[in-house]
């Protein structure tokens, strides 16, 4: 599980003028105060203000502002200014405001909300103005990349999916999920709720939050969410490798919060939480993609040595296109039928004995298609040879991997300061760990037979949504059921055979989407 990121708040980048000596505290909220009939002067001094106070108020009016505020001034009055300042068409701020707004919020130290009082006279939405976000509704038949226009909203129902997730509420969950997967396809930041109609997955609850992060910055669900001691006692319990939801849950009833007291509790562990304790921080570092692709050349020389001729492939979040992961994942085959049987303890083997396996536990493939029958659309679990390992990344390879590695490695990851600033856990850290000559990182491994691969990759690339929204696409929309083994057409009763992951979204009927799209 990645630790909460230590976002830096920013205030976005381009446009950025004047926001000098303070951060933003609400990065939704772009002001620009009108200097007609306010007067340059007093102009300035509420500006000023109005940045001590932590809210971003911009110089020049840009497409980035929000908010623009004036005093005595109609809504006509304004409109006909915008328009003077940008050529063609001036796509409407989503408020009109007059002063009164921003000295109430100057005064709440926050955003207050917008009411009826506070908005200029005459403004009517300008239908035609507002950009309306039309997408599919199956996050599947959507192209997705890592470029995301909404991330302060994504990442508020991102932390409640995961609030849910950790309270065994899936359902919540996957509804959280799904609304941020919509927002992250859109093509441009969200500015207004008007702009949100239409648009499919966005439930009650959702809206919520985006309408408070709209209006006041923050969503106090969210903030609330952060602050609470179980769900932060969850997500560093859970963040233990081999700690689930309802133990972590367990230890919680029993008065365990963090790493020092499971450490004095005397819980017995089994051997992957002894592990996933152990190598505690390490896990709980991103894995750079220069460290992905060294681990790549290590599995690589591996599977040569034990199965000439076998191949393997970056899957998971790497092959789409991230930069960091929580782990790497490779999936392996060979092109003739049945000579990958019995490989992946040989793999494994040969990892142990150069040293380069902390931990691991294979399971055994146990898929028969005779046997199994259609694979069902809701289960997850797939049955391939897997191997779920900790490798052990020597400094000499991580430097290997840091020439090749520009802008994206953690450099300070490794320092003690950065890790003891990384969570509160409730361990004391006497060791500088920056000394230590290695590090751990998750991998996991799969093996599937030459027949099974194109399903075996689609299903291991993800991200978990895109997958998830694939079985409900077969399921719902066309009557088959989608595992990582085969594709079974429920109508026809047959399996429709693929050799590659463009053919299997033929017979989904779906148009294909490449996995650096499918980051949902
Ligand atoms: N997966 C799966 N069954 C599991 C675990 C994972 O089928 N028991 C699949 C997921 O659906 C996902 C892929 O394996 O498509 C990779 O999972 P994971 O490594 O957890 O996520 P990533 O997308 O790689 O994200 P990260 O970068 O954080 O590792
Ligand atoms: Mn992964
Ligand atoms: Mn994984």
């Not at 405001?97 to 200029?120: C, F, N, Q």
């Not at 199956?138 to 991102?158: E, F, I, K, M, P």
């Not at 133990?247 to 089994?270: E, F, K, V």
């Not at 092109?335 to 990958?340: A, D, H, Q, V, Y």
Request: charged fraction near 25%; aromatic fraction near 6%.
């Amino acid at each position: 599980m990645v630790p909460l990121k230590r976002r830096k708040v920013s205030s976005s980048g381009a446009g950025n003028t004047g926001n000098t000596g303070s951060e933003s505290k609400f990065p939704q909220v772009v002001l620009f105060l009108l200097e007609r009939k306010m007067g340059a002067s007093r102009r300035v001094f509420l500006s000023q203000l109005g940045r001590k106070r932590g809210f971003t108020v911009e110089e020049l009016f840009s497409e980035r502002v929000t908010h623009v505020i004036s005093e005595n001034n109609s809504g006509d009055e304004v409109r006909t200014w915008l328009a003077s300042q940008v050529e063609g068409r001036v796509r409407t701020p989503a408020h009109l405001l007059d002063i009164s707004w921003y000295t109430e919020s100057m005064s709440a130290g926050r955003p207050v909300e917008v009411l009826d009082r506070h908005k200029l006279q005459e403004q009517q939405t300008d239908e035609e103005d507002v950009v309306e976000f039309s997408v599919p509704s199956y996050g599947c038949q959507r192209r997705t990349t890592l470029d995301n226009h909404n991330a302060v909203l994504t990442d508020a129902l991102s932390l409640l999916a995961e609030k849910a997730e950790l309270s065994d509420e899936e359902g919540r969950g996957v509804a959280f999920r799904r609304a941020a997967a919509v927002l992250k396809a859109l093509p441009k930041p969200v500015t207004s709720m008007t702009q949100l109609r239409g648009l499919p997955c966005l439930g009650g609850h959702s809206l919520r939050v985006i309408k408070d992060i709209l209006e006041n910055g923050t969503s106090s669900e969210v903030e609330s969410t952060k602050q609470s001691e179980r769900f932060n006692a969850l997500k560093v319990l859970t963040g233990i490798f081999g700690v689930g939801v309802k133990t972590a849950g367990r230890w919680i009833r029993d008065g365990i919060h963090n790493l020092q007291q499971l450490q004095a509790s005397g819980q017995t562990l089994n051997r992957a939480q002894r592990a996933g304790l152990e190598h505690y921080d390490d896990l709980n570092q991103p894995v750079s993609k220069a460290e992905a692709d060294t681990i790549g050349e290590i599995v690589e020389e591996a599977v040569a040595s034990v199965l000439p001729g076998a191949q393997i492939s970056l899957i998971g979040g790497f092959r789409r296109g991230k930069l960091t992961g929580h782990d790497v994942d490779f999936l392996i085959t060979h092109p003739e039928e049945g000579r990958e049987v019995g490989l992946m303890p040989k793999i494994v083997s040969w990892l142990e004995s150069q040293g380069f396996l902390l931990y691991q536990k294979t399971t055994r493939n146990s898929y028969l298609e005779s046997e199994d029958g259609p694979a069902r659309p809701s289960s997850n679990m797939d049955r391939f040879e897997r191997c779920f390992s900790i490798f052990k990344l020597s400094e000499e390879e991580r430097q290997g991997a840091k020439q090749t590695d520009t802008e994206n490695t953690p450099e300070d990851a490794f320092t003690p300061e950065a890790l003891s600033q990384v969570k509160d856990d409730g361990l004391e850290r006497t060791k500088p760990a920056g000394h230590k000559p290695w590090r751990a990182v998750r991998v996991d491994l799969v093996v599937s037979p030459i027949s099974q691969f194109a399903f075996a990759l689609l299903g291991w690339t993800g991200s978990k949504l895109f997958e998830r929204e694939l079985r409900r696409w077969a399921g719902h929309e066309k009557a088959m059921s989608l595992s990582s083994h085969a594709l079974y057409d429920n109508k026809q009763n047959k399996y429709l055979r693929a050799t590659s992951e463009e053919e299997i979204f033929a017979h989904l009927g779906l148009e294909y989407i490449p996995p650096t799209e499918r980051n949902a």
